[in-house]
């Protein structure tokens, strides 16, 4: 059990958690809606530190990650348990486990990093589940990487309070964060969280750090993919954020408790796409289908297309080792630092034990 930050001692006894904006209030022995968060005696605990549900090295494209050192290899891993309850969750096996024993991988931050370096991965990534919830975790992790030359990503739906999010999105060299919709009722039906602290984590981690983001909408039919609700989406990322943050559209399928909603059509995100380059974002990409063009990177300036991607498989590069486009000398924003990587598609797993 891990001590854990961000709580206090509400008048009637009960600790108050305050990572989230769930607020769980706990008697002792219970647990937070996160599940891993509890309390122990006077004291907040984090009783997944250190453990997780298994580790995997990934194209840093699939978190999706498509202007953060492109082409390199990613240790990805995660823990249990998340801090929302999405009914379309399609990460439901490990995001909302109630299993313990299911975290059987042990590693400390210090192995993970050195782990990562010998495998020649470029970052290691908080992914499957949420970090917000294993905070202590993650940013203990990135202090390790950060010592051994390794950069930390943050995959996140950025539902967290003010106090911690100035701890954790600075220990972060790049974050993609979800955006689930842009409606308040979306939100609350279908996440059981409000969209309120999600908006205010995107702009401080745009605005007011060095962290690299990009943003994922998971676009489900007849929810969140009304034409209304994608232009004001798109004008608030332009207006709040800027028109250089990346925004992928993702295509969703049946899973979890949504087993009864239709696939997203290929023309939905072509639309979404259109939608937001219409608004003024001038790198959208698509997700979870295959579409060479629209998952491609394109020069803001003449247009030309600068890094090709099938899948995750890197094709055309047209930019210099500084990141720019060498037809017109535009800069590509992001994090581009010499030649792409070669890593591909590949998905290899690591079992932490035998290293």
Known sequence: ??????????????????????????????????????????RMVLDTYGRSTGFCIDPIEKKPLNHFLPGSPVLSFGTAGCNLACKFCQNHEISKSREVDSLAHSASPEAIARVAREKGCASV????????????????????????????????????????????????????IDLKGF???FYRKLTGAQIGPVLEAIEYAVNETDCWVELT??????????????????????DRCGPDVP??????????????????????????????QAAGLRH???GNVHHEPAQSSYCSGCGEKVIGRDWHELSEWRLDDTG?????????????????GRWGRRREPVLMQEI
């Open 217 to 238: 909408t998971l676009l489900i039919p007849g929810e969140n993919d009304s034409q209304g609700e994608l232009e004001e989406m798109s004008r608030w990322v332009v």
């Open 284 to 286: 959208v990409y698509i």
């Open 125 to 176: 990534a908080f992914t499957y589940n949420d970090p917000v919830i294993f905070h202590e975790y993650a940013l203990d992790t990135a202090a390790a990487c950060r010592e051994a030359g390794v950069r930390s990503v943050a995959v996140t739906a950025g539902y967290i309070c003010e106090v911690p999010r100035a701890e954790f999105f600075p220990a972060m060299d790049a974050a993609n």
């Open 1 to 42: 059990m891990h001590p854990a930050r961000h709580w206090t001692e509400e008048d009637d006894g009960r600790l108050k958690c305050t990572l989230c904006p769930r607020f769980c209030t706990l008697r002792e022995g219970q647990r937070g809606m996160c599940f891993v968060r509890m309390r122990e005696g006077d």
């Open 247 to 276: 925004v992928h559209f993702t295509a969703f399928h049946p899973d979890h408790r949504m087993l009864s909603h239709q696939r997203t059509p290929l023309e939905t995100l072509l639309r979404a796409r259109q939608v937001a």
């Open 324 to 340: 720019h486009c060498t037809a017109c000398g535009t800069v590509f924003p992001g994090v581009i630092e010499g030649p792409p």
């Open 183 to 185: 409606s308040e009722d």
